[in-house]
């Protein structure tokens, strides 16, 4: 059973700093693995799927890694802003046709002070 | 110029009542998705149809039952409401399951059973 765990649950950086958000699991057989950004009472937005093929995907101010051997992605964010505060999702998909499974993470709740 | 769409936005009811839950897609999509957010903001994919064909089905109770009409719509008919039921619930759609698709999500239904 595919496992997904984001720590920490919660972070607080200053703006301007990099940083990084992680997402750990235990099936490394993914399909792909997707990040996504959900701002508070609103539906979820994503932010960057990567193929379990592809090492990275680049999207402006954002890079999300992927090594599946170790189970590992990251979503680096640079020079974070305080529009940047939001709860950050990671899912994995582990894709055997009919009995396909997707699953999240609980989220990185992200605020960045001004 | 909505993407996906959900119907109503907030659903109030009392436990035993059938209540059901509409989403529409306008992006040409195949694959439609449900997914249940809990009080604890964990989410958790409930069904996913692609072409109206069920491809994920996870373990819910027999009293939560998708129907497709037809691609662009998938809803979500809810039997004998209980207390545990209250939740948000997400609309989602993509190209396909299985490749670089992002998904789109609703706004999301919440849903109070009293």
């Known amino acids: 059973k595919q496992e997904v765990t984001q720590i920490p649950a919660a972070l607080s950086v200053p703006e301007g700093e990099n940083l990084v958000l992680n997402c750990s699991f235990t099936?490394?057989?993914?399909?792909?693995l997707q990040w996504f950004r959900q701002d508070p009472g609103k539906g979820l937005t994503s932010l960057l799927l990567i193929q379990s093929s592809q090492r990275e995907q680049t999207s402006g101010r954002l890079n999300a890694s992927l090594d599946k051997s170790s189970g590992r992605s990251t979503l680096y964010i640079a020079a974070s802003q305080p529009g940047d505060s939001a709860t950050y999702l990671c899912a994995a998909l582990n894709y055997t046709g009919a009995n396909s499974k997707l699953t999240f993470g609980k989220g990185i709740t992200l605020s960045v002070r001004p | 110029d909505t993407a996906v769409s959900q119907t109503p936005k907030y659903l109030v009811t009392q436990m035993g009542n059938d209540k059901s839950i509409k989403c529409e897609q306008n992006l040409g999509h195949d694959t439609m998705y449900w997914y249940k957010q809990d009080s604890k903001k964990f989410l958790k994919i409930m069904f996913s149809y692609n072409n109206k064909e069920l491809i994920i089905n996870e373990t819910v109770p027999n009293r939560f039952s998708p129907k497709s009409p037809d691609k662009a719509h998938l809803n979500l008919h809810i039997n004998s409401l209980e207390l545990g039921d209250s939740a948000v619930y997400f609309c989602?759609?993509?190209?396909?399951?299985?490749?670089?698709?992002?998904?789109?999500f609703g706004p999301g239904t919440r849903l109070t059973v009293t």
């Open positions: 099936d490394s057989a993914i399909y792909n």
């Open positions: 989602a759609s993509s190209h396909g399951l299985a490749g670089p698709y992002e998904q789109y």
